[in-house]
């Protein structure tokens, strides 16, 4: 029932390679942000929360205790 | 059925036991990397990020908990070059007589102000002989460990008359004035604010029975170059005190001519304690103005300068005197000054506008 206009033939193969050369930057941008930015932030707040703690409050008991942990390797 | 049951629950835990695992791994390993190089990181947190924050000593040093033990003989050689710290005990069982003055010496020891604020008193208030060589005993490899345990409960002995006054409990209300070149300097202003003057509190406690209560803390509009420490006090004893009983101005100017402060020193019988005084930064010690803050209300409680380095006082790095003292070393006053502050502890403090400038008192340090 609605008047919209169908597109050309030529139209659709242009939307369709213009949508490929995106769809390949997106996916390099997403896998980089997933796999590397992502884990690598989550990652280094973790151990960077450890360093702050550990420099911070030496004389804590969790502090004590991971030093002890690790001076038994 | 129970096997299947082991298997669900085993699954369970790997489910979530090994994401946990990780996490705390790498948590725990950061907390021994940074526990291993605190004393970077926190060099890195005071000099870069310009947190006001205690540098750790680097690693295997004096502040190491879990080495203290068996580090305690390393960390005491570098110590003792720096301040007078650790002569007690070899000094006294050497030669009686100089007991006393090695004992101060020894007493200030290491940072923590509240503790070692109290070992400095052992030393016999009257007894102070002026020839007693100073601080070269400091040299002496002495391997004591400078010992928190001795803090707390050395205080100098007072005659019953001082100890009665001791006894006096006296709270003081403070108010405290923090000008721009601090503020620039400290952006957590107010934390430093009450950290100095808590500090200040607890060595007052101990030594005079006095508690520093902070009413409040504020901005000190005032240029930050230009005004001498006379006009500052003055600004300073002009502004609204509120609910407090003295004004305390803190500038993170640097000594000015070898001037920390400035202060209204009542007279021995004077009515009325001084109620103003000005702080000025001392670039060499951790924090900037506790010194200077004990310096300045021991003048408002009547306590009078030391100039002549051959008093003991002077000698004994009290904190009265003039005497260089190192950055390290804890605060002490002298047997007389504090003589001074314990009888007149309980004077009201000065009306606002009636203090002249005149008996004021600078304090070079």
């Known amino acids: 029932m609605s008047d919209k206009p169908v597109p050309t033939k030529d139209a659709l193969e242009k939307k369709k390679s213009s949508d490929e050369g995106e769809g390949e930057g997106k996916s390099r941008a997403s896998w980089v942000l997933g796999w590397i930015v992502l884990p690598g932030s989550v990652i280094g707040g973790i151990f960077g929360g450890g360093v702050l703690v550990g420099a911070n409050f030496h004389d804590s008991w969790i502090t004590r205790a991971f030093v002890w942990i690790g001076e038994l390797f | ?365």
Do not use: C
Not at chain 2, 63 to 83: I, L, N, V, Y
Not at chain 2, 202 to 222: A, C, H, M, N, P
Not at chain 2, 334 to 344: F, H, M
């Open chain 2, 1 to 365: 059925m129970n096997w299947n049951r082991v298997k669900a629950v085993g699954k369970l835990l790997l489910l979530f036991g090994t994401p946990l695992l990780v996490v705390l791994g790498l948590f725990g390993s950061g907390v021994y990397v940074g526990n291993l190089y605190r004393h970077g990181i926190t060099s890195f947190e005071k000099e870069w990020l310009g947190l006001d924050i205690e540098v750790a000593p680097p690693h295997g040093s004096e502040g190491d908990a879990s080495k203290k033990d068996d580090t305690a003989k390393k960390d005491d050689a570098p110590e003792k070059d720096d301040a007078p710290e650790k002569d007690e005990a070899p000094k006294k069982d050497d030669t009686p007589e100089k007991d006393d003055a090695p004992e101060k010496d020894d007493a200030p020891e290491k940072d923590d102000a509240p503790k070692k604020d109290v070992a400095p008193e052992q030393h016999p208030a009257k007894d102070t002989p002026a020839p007693t060589p100073q601080p070269p005993a400091v040299v002496e490899p002495t391997p004591e460990p400078a010992p928190p345990a001795p803090v707390e409960p050395q205080v100098d002995p007072l005659d019953d008359a001082l100890t009665s006054r001791m006894g006096v409990p006296v709270t003081v209300g403070v108010k405290v004035l923090v000008d721009d070149a601090l503020i620039e300097q400290h952006a957590d202003w107010i934390d430093y604010v009450q950290r100095t003057v808590s500090q200040a509190s607890s060595i007052y406690d101990k030594q005079f029975g006095v508690t520093l209560e902070l009413v409040s803390v504020g901005r000190w509009g005032v240029p930050t170059e230009g005004m001498s420490s006379g006009e500052l006090l003055e600004d300073v004893e002009s502004r609204p005190r509120e609910a407090a009983q003295l004004v305390l101005g803190l500038t993170g100017r640097p000594l000015d001519d070898r001037t920390s402060g400035k202060a209204f020193t009542p007279d021995a019988e004077g009515p009325y304690n001084g109620s103003a005084a000005v702080v000025y930064a001392q670039k060499q010690r951790r924090n900037e103005h506790v010194r200077g803050v004990l310096h300045e209300l021991g003048h408002l409680f009547g306590a009078l300068d030391i100039t002549d380095p051959a008093a003991p006082g002077y000698k004994s790095g009290s904190w009265m005197s003039y005497a260089p003292v190192a950055p390290d070393q804890a605060p002490w006053i002298d047997p007389e000054n504090r003589a001074r502050v314990l009888a007149r502890k309980d004077k009201p403090f000065a009306p606002q506008g009636s203090m002249s400038p005149a008996p004021t008192q600078e304090s070079p340090q």
